[in-house]
C-alpha cells in the first residue's frame, strides 16, 4: 500500500508541475491579451489607424487563455458545481463526486473534442485557410490547433484530479482502519 501511495504522489508531483507550467502559460497570454488591446484602443481612439490582424490576434490570445485556462481550473478545484450540497458533503463523499463526474462527465465530452477536432484542426492546415479579412492574421489552423492541444491537456488535468481524488480516498480508507 506503501509503494501505491508513494507512486500515486510522483505522479501527482509531475503532473502539478505540468499543469502549473501551462497555468502560468496563460497568465503570460493574459498580458499580452491586455497589452494587445490597449495597443488596439490607442490606435484606433487615438491615431484612427485599425489594424484586423490585432482584433483577430485579441481573440486568438483569448482562445488560447480560456481553453488551456480550464483545465488549470480543474486542477484547482475552481470549476462550476452546485456547492449548495457540495460543500456539505464530508471529504469522502466530495473525492468520489469528483471521481464519477470526471470519469463520466469530463473525460468522455474531452476525448469526444479530442477526436472531432482533429481533422477540424488538420483539414485548415491542409487548405492553408487564413482569415477572411483583407490584413487578418493568415494560418487559421494555428489557433484551431489550441482546441485538441487544450484537450489533450484537459486530460492531463483530469488524470491529476482523478490520482488526488483516489489518493484522499486511500487516506481516509487507512484513517478509519487505525
Not at 80 to 94: E, G, H, I, N, Q
Request: aromatic share 14%; charged share 15%; proline share 2%.
Amino acid at each position: 500500500m506503501r509503494i501505491l501511495s508513494n507512486v500515486m504522489q510522483l505522479i501527482i508531483n509531475l503532473l502539478k508541475k505540468v499543469i502549473d507550467a501551462i497555468g502560468y502559460l496563460c497568465s503570460i497570454l493574459m498580458i499580452l491579451m491586455i497589452v494587445n488591446v490597449f495597443y488596439d484602443v490607442i490606435m484606433r481612439y487615438f491615431f484612427n489607424d485599425v489594424s484586423i490582424a490585432m482584433q483577430e490576434l485579441e481573440w486568438h490570445l483569448f482562445a488560447g487563455m480560456f481553453m488551456f485556462g480550464i483545465g488549470y481550473t480543474l486542477k484547482g478545484d475552481g470549476h462550476v458545481r452546485v456547492d449548495v450540497f457540495y460543500d456539505r458533503f464530508s471529504s469522502r463523499a466530495k473525492a468520489l463526486v469528483n471521481i464519477l463526474g470526471s470519469l463520466f462527465f469530463a473525460l468522455p465530452i474531452t476525448l469526444l473534442t479530442i477526436f472531432y477536432s482533429w481533422d477540424y484542426t488538420l483539414e485548415a492546415y491542409q487548405m492553408g485557410e487564413g482569415s477572411a479579412d483583407p490584413g487578418g492574421l493568415p494560418h487559421r489552423w494555428v489557433i484551431r490547433s489550441v482546441i485538441p492541444i487544450s484537450s489533450t491537456y484537459l486530460v492531463i488535468c483530469i488524470i491529476y484530479v482523478l490520482i488526488h481524488q483516489l489518493q484522499t480516498l486511500l487516506k481516509q480508507s487507512q484513517l478509519e482502519l487505525k
